[in-house]
């Protein structure tokens, strides 16, 4: 499963699959494979191409708004988080201070979704 998770992530294919994983496996106990994916995170956001940190920074966005809907605390994650991902996670949380739960995690819609 480590890997898996580590492949998804220096891909950044399927970056949402990664985090449902993260946060099923911390309900479950189960956070010996941290240390190595929360490095990958953290390597990929210093050493990565833009578009590979964006990827990790969506990836920890999904972390946050996939913990906060199944009710668990986003920062039982801040210990596996590097310097430089704990300044994006700061970040998240800068952008979406005042705004509600649903507001956060709402999935945009697409302009071919309204109909007028």
Known sequence: MTQELIDKLKSAND???AAEKIVALFK???TESFDA???VV???IIFGSDEVREGMI?????L???????????AVFEP???AESHVVWRWLEKRWQGKSLEAAT?????PEDTKL
């Open 58 to 62: 969506s990836f920890l966005e999904n």
């Open 37 to 39: 994916v929360f490095g």
């Open 42 to 44: 953290e390597e990929q």
């Open 80 to 82: 596996w988080l590097g």
């Open 64 to 74: 946050k708004n996939l913990s906060a809907w199944q009710d668990l605390d986003c």
């Open 106 to 110: 709402r999935k945009p819609q697409r």
């Open 28 to 30: 479950d106990g189960n």
């Open 15 to 17: 970056l949402t699959f």
